[in-house]
C-alpha cells in the first residue's frame, strides 16, 4: 500500500529552524523522485523543493535557497526538508510528494507531475 506520512511541523520563531520528514512506502520510495510543496493560508500550493530518484539532483524555489535542503535517506525511506532562517512567509501547511515511475536524474516541479502527496504537516512562523 502507498504511503507518505509528514512530520516535524511546529511553531518556531522568526530566524529558528525545523526539519520536516517524509516516511513513503518502499515501492513508492524506490521508484519515486520525491518534492515538497507548500500551502500558505488562502494561496495556491507552491514548489518548495525536489530531489531526483537518485538523489544526486535537486532543485529549489528561489525562496528556499540558500535556506532550505532537501535530502532522501535510501535505508529509512525517508524525505527530509531542514528549514533554516524561517520568516513569516514560510508559514504553510507543507506536503511531501511522490513521482513514480521518475526518471533517475530528473526533479519535477510541477504539482500536477506527482502522483501521491501526504496529508501535510503546518508550520507556523512567528515574529
Known amino acids: 500500500q502507498e504511503y507518505l506520512v509528514e512530520s516535524g511541523g511546529g511553531l518556531v520563531q522568526v530566524g529558528g529552524s525545523l526539519r520536516l520528514s517524509c516516511a513513503v512506502s518502499r515501492r513508492t520510495f524506490s521508484r519515486s523522485g520525491m518534492g515538497w510543496f507548500r500551502q500558505p493560508p488562502g494561496k495556491e500550493r507552491e514548489f518548495v523543493a525536489g530531489?531526483?530518484?537518485?538523489?544526486?539532483?535537486?532543485t529549489y524555489a528561489d525562496s528556499a535557497k540558500g535556506r532550505f535542503a532537501i535530502s532522501r535517506d535510501r535505508v529509512k525511506n525517508t524525505v527530509g526538508l531542514q528549514m533554516n532562517d524561517l520568516k513569516p512567509d514560510d508559514t504553510a501547511v507543507y506536503y511531501c510528494?511522490?513521482?513514480?515511475?521518475?526518471?533517475?536524474?530528473?526533479?519535477?516541479?510541477?504539482?500536477?507531475?506527482?502522483?501521491?502527496w501526504g496529508q501535510g504537516t503546518e508550520v507556523t512562523v512567528s515574529s
Open positions: 530531489v531526483s530518484r537518485s538523489g544526486t539532483v535537486t
Open positions: 510528494a511522490a513521482r513514480t515511475n521518475a526518471n533517475a536524474l530528473d526533479v519535477y516541479a510541477q504539482f500536477q507531475e506527482y502522483d501521491y
